[in-house]
């Protein structure tokens, strides 16, 4: 009988701490700059691959333009690349708007 009782004692004690675990949540964690630059500058990164991926990733996180994203020649190409880096910084609204002007006056 001591047994079962303890048994069930204990059982008891793990749903109630299993419980108050799961109902605990976890803080929304902020990205520290870098893990920021590394997001936007993988976003930005899509398409490429290999060796090409590389040298983007390296110059990206590093704060460096590539002239070819730094001079977009045609303004479909300015479209484009300012689209991409508004959607890697998460800009909706009035942000995204602000920003794509001076993005696109570049």
Do not use: H, I, W, Y
Request: glycine share 4%; aromatic share 4%.
């Amino acid at each position: 009988m001591r047994t079962q009782f303890r048994v069930l004692a204990v059982s008891t004690l793990l749903v109630f701490a299993g419980s108050a675990f799961a109902a605990q949540t976890p803080p929304a964690k902020t990205l520290t700059p870098q893990q920021q630059r590394m997001k936007d500058c993988n976003a930005q990164a899509t398409g490429k691959k290999g060796d090409e991926r590389k040298t983007f990733m390296s110059s990206c996180l590093k704060g460096e333009q590539p002239a070819a994203a730094a001079a977009p020649a045609t303004q479909q190409e300015k479209m484009k690349t300012c689209n991409a880096d508004a959607s890697a910084k998460s800009l909706k609204g009035d942000e995204r708007k602000t920003f794509m002007s001076t993005c696109l006056k570049k």
